[in-house]
């Protein structure tokens, strides 16, 4: 499966940034359906009040989906790879 990688930057309630990766099917170009799913995250995060744009989320590449990344496709929509200040 050739998924869309979606670089996104988020300041966080304390100030610090938070750096992850939105992961969805590769034809899925909305940005408001990846806006979306970046959203559902932040909120399991505790960190829904915080603006998610095109200005902190943008398209970075196509790849190939791990099979971990297709699991969570298949089961919500979407993958997130948290890279900094996610915890």
């Given amino acids: 499966m050739k998924v869309a ?11 610090s940034k938070m750096h992850f990766d ?13 806006h979306t799913f970046g959203k559902e ?3 399991s995060k505790n960190e829904q009040e915080q603006p998610l744009t095109s200005k902190e989320c943008s398209f ?5 989906a791990t099979a971990e990344m297709e699991i969570s496709i298949r ?13």
């Fill in 5 to 15: 990688v979606w670089d996104t930057y988020v300041n966080r309630k304390d100030g």
């Fill in 41 to 43: 995250y932040l909120q």
């Fill in 75 to 87: 089961q919500k929509g979407y993958y997130i790879i948290e890279m900094q200040n996610c915890n």
């Fill in 22 to 34: 939105i992961i969805a099917p590769a034809d899925i170009q909305d940005e408001q359906i990846i």
């Fill in 60 to 64: 970075c590449h196509i790849e190939q």
